[in-house]
């Protein structure tokens, strides 16, 4: 399984963990995410009536903690987050609008086509970003391509 | 140390002041019983509604669970209709429970089961949001060309 995400996933993650109150959304996505099974991790309900490339919403930390949407690629058991939100607090809402889900969709089908987005990874008890362009340079370079 | 008894009247001998907090004290005796019943009975009530309110919980939790279920599955068009349907009953839902939670927010706001009450919105909550979704994938977004077409691209790569 690999975990990727959109630049603006990073842009939002980014700006939310800053506040104390929202530093549980990297917990809880690293406990979702890494060192479980493919069929654990798509967990949540689908947005897009789609069986092969699943628009995905689930719950972090329950009902009152936060929402995180991704896009699953079933056959290559990719996953790319597109977006997180919490539900209280100062930069909480209750939901996103049907603009924003085809956007986000729209988002992680071009990210996905200009190869512009992250590979997911953990370190220590952090999440990291690693642009794939340069991940896949550097296993160009090492391949003498 | 000072006498700090009020002084009695003199009108009325010791006898009839003893008489008289004999009778207070055995009256004050018989209040206690009925109050008890009365206590009892309203923890009856109070432990029925939390009872009703876990099992609302638990069964609004479990439907959650089924229609989460539901949105990995393709369907028909017949098949559509129904799910529709079953839409405008879960919207019918969050109505009738969301009213049903305003009344019972006077006991919370009296600190009486605001584990339970608050337990029961925040599954209602969720219940509503899941039922707003669902709504959205298939009442508006099946119908829109754009995002359909991005789907299928999506599954296409």
Redesign the interface.
């Known amino acids: 399984m690999n975990i990727y995400c959109l630049p603006e996933f990073v842009t939002e993650f980014d700006k939310l963990i800053k506040n104390n109150s929202y530093s549980f959304i990297e917990t809880e996505i690293i406990k979702s995410y890494f060192n479980i099974s493919f069929e654990e991790a798509k967990k ?12 995905i ?1 689930r ?1 972090l930390k ?3 903690g936060a929402r995180l949407y991704l ?1 699953a ?1 079933l056959k290559d058991e990719d996953i790319y987050l597109a977006f997180v939100h919490p539900k209280s607090g100062s930069a909480g809402y ?2 996103i609008n ?1 603009g924003k ?2 956007q986000l ?2 988002d ?2 071009d990210s ?1 086509l200009t190869k512009d987005f992250y590979k997911v990874s953990v370190n220590g008890k952090s999440l990291s970003f690693t642009p794939f362009k340069n991940i896949k340079e550097e296993v160009e370079t090492e391949l003498g391509e | 140390m000072q006498n700090t008894c009020p002084p009695h009247n003199q009108n009325h001998s010791h006898g009839d002041i003893f008489h008289k907090i004999s009778s207070d004290v055995v009256s004050f005796n018989h209040k206690p019983k009925t109050d008890n019943q009365q206590v009892d009975k309203f923890l009856d009530i109070i432990n029925d509604i939390r009872k009703d309110l876990k099992e609302r919980t638990d069964a609004i939790e479990n439907i959650y669970i089924q ?2 279920n539901l ?5 028909s068009d017949s098949e559509l209709v129904s799910l529709r349907e079953l839409i405008k009953l879960c919207h019918t839902s969050v109505k009738e429970n969301n009213n049903f939670i305003q009344s019972i927010n006077v006991l919370s706001n009296n600190g009486l089961l605001p584990i339970e009450i608050s337990n029961f919105r ?2 209602i ?2 219940f509503a ?2 039922v ?3 709504d ?3 009442n ?3 119908n ?1 060309s ?2 359909v077409q ?2 299928k ?3 296409k ?1």
């Not at chain 1, 949540?44 to 628009?55: D, E, I, K, R, T």
């Not at chain 2, 949105?71 to 369907?75: F, G, I, L, R, S």
């Open positions: 949540g309900h689908v947005l897009n009536a789609s069986q092969q490339a699943p628009f919403k719950r329950g009902s009152g896009t690629i209750e939901n049907d889900k085809s969709q729209k992680v089908l996905i | 229609i989460e949105t990995w599955h393709a369907y925040e599954a909550d969720d949001e899941l707003e979704d669902i959205s994938t298939y508006r977004l099946i829109d754009d995002f991005i789907t691209h999506l599954e790569l």
